[in-house]
């Protein structure tokens, strides 16, 4: 089914919404983004892709690669992963130092931040940042099926100049013995994976597996287990919108994962990938008008997980 039209009205409908958000303005170089621009893109499992207003253009994902970098640590080290990190809804902003403290150094899951840096420290275990970084960047362009999905170099060192709060979650990290590589490399990692420019329909086609219980249906590649897609899903249906996770879940029912440069990928199991992009966030750090667009979309498809 083609769903332009649908997404077609939904942009729409969202538009007198794109004001209300705030852009990350804590990050330089996402702070310039025009707050006006909205895309939205579904990639269906037979391959089908619908799109609606700038689907092709090119946005910061920041915490939606965690989505990535997840599934490539527990494809290196499995159900180790979870000795170092949490499972459980934060229940706090993404980026607290207060929680961290309180639990002797563990994540409390691997969305937040401090769980992020500790993947991307399992990631490196001993080799060069940039190989790590090589590596992640070629497993989204494979995914995406698209060797134009990039790092944004500008937006690696705005996050490197400004990201005082998480090499202060890294060194809190390391304090608690949880850091097997130093704080710079872990960083240097983390911020380059924040960096990936990717379009919504770029973003959309990458997360096809998690839809197609960790089958690629279009490549006819197995990239993960049906029980590890299953739980990458259920950790982002409950933790994948920070500390708006119960609301979001409970608004649209779809498991998503959010990013501060306004991008949000959701999943629609055995049938798309969802990916929607507005640079106006709310409070709790989420596309404001892409919270919107989605819910307007999981209401009129009647998809949900329950």
């Excluded at 649908?6 to 919404?17: G, K, Q, S, Y």
């Excluded at 330089?28 to 092709?56: E, H, K, N």
């Excluded at 608690?176 to 990717?198: E, I, K, T, W």
């Amino acid at each position: 089914m083609d769903l332009t039209p649908t997404l077609e009205r939904i942009a729409e409908r969202v538009r007198p919404h794109l004001a209300e958000g705030k852009v990350a303005g804590y990050i330089p170089a996402l702070a310039r983004v025009d707050p006006q621009r909205f895309g939205i893109a579904v990639v269906s499992v037979d391959g089908r892709v619908s799109t609606a207003g700038d689907a092709r253009v090119p946005f910061s994902v920041q915490s939606i690669s965690k989505v990535f970098t997840l599934t490539l640590a527990l494809d290196k080290v499995g159900s180790e992963l979870w000795t170092r990190i949490g499972r459980e809804p934060s229940g706090s902003a993404f980026n607290s130092i207060v929680q961290l403290e309180r639990e002797g150094g563990i994540p409390r899951n691997p969305f937040i931040n401090a769980g992020a840096i500790a993947v991307t420290d399992v990631l490196l275990e001993g080799r060069p940042p940039q190989a790590v970084i090589d590596e992640i960047l070629a497993f989204l362009r494979r995914r995406a099926d698209d060797p134009a999905v990039a790092i944004d170099e500008e937006v690696a060192r705005s996050e490197a100049d400004t990201g005082h709060r998480n090499y202060s979650l890294a060194h809190f990290l390391a304090s608690f013995g949880r850091l097997r590589n130093p704080v710079d490399s872990a960083l240097s990692v983390y911020f380059h994976q924040c960096a990936l420019a990717m379009t919504c329909v770029q973003l959309a086609r990458a997360g096809l597996f998690l839809a197609a219980a960790g089958h690629d249906p279009l490549s006819g590649e197995r990239v993960v287990a049906p029980e590890r897609a299953r739980r990458i899903n259920a950790l982002m249906l409950t933790c994948g919108h920070y500390d708006a996770s119960g609301d979001v879940a409970f608004r649209i029912g779809l498991p998503g994962k959010s990013g501060v440069g306004g991008g949000i990928l959701a999943v629609v199991p055995k049938r798309a990938a969802i990916a929607v992009w507005s640079p106006g966030l709310n409070a709790n750090g989420n596309s404001h008008a892409g919270t919107i667009a989605l819910e307007m979309l999981a209401a009129e498809m009647g998809w949900s997980v329950f």
